[in-house]
């Protein structure tokens, strides 16, 4: 699941992440209203990895309403490494880090909704110790990158255009493999200015 080329900005990440933690420290409607401010998906989870708590985001995300008390380790429906292998909720990287009691950084992961449509994302499983260092839960927040891995995708189809063009003589087929290369490049672009 490792891939460096899809990191987010690790600074945002810990604002974020800060930002969780800290609503965890109010209750009721407040810690709702605060985890709801949050512009990205974000879960608790108790010492077993069942989800506690989960703002708006998670379900915008998920294209599901998490089920609190009974969804463990993860609010997505299905779960995908980025090669497209099935990886289980009690393999994903929130259970890796509940079991192990250590930050998950660095993976990605794909979900796919109930209606079939799939989001990349980069998680960021943190547990929660208390005062004498016993786990106490943990927090999760997701940042989908969907459209940073859209364009490395169609960068890597533009190249894919361009060597094969160095092969080709008819002026034809050399001129539409060199539009097919700048329209995927353009379409990268697009993508990326959209984040």
Known sequence: MVNTQMRADTSEVATILDSAIRALEREGESLARALDEIPVPVYVTDVDGVITRYNRACIDFAGRTPRVGQDSWCVTWKLYTEDGQAL???QCP???AIREK???RGVAAVAERPDGTKR???PYP???LDRDGN???AVNIFIDVTDR???ELLREQA???LRLARWVSDRQTLSTLHSMAAQYEARARELEQSN
């Open 135 to 137: 786990l106490a839960g």
């Open 159 to 161: 190249a894919r255009c």
């Open 120 to 122: 990349n994302f980069m």
């Open 102 to 104: 250590r930050p998950v």
């Open 126 to 128: 943190t547990p929660l």
């Open 149 to 151: 891995r859209q364009a």
């Open 88 to 90: 289980p909720h009690d």
């Open 94 to 96: 929130m259970a890796v």
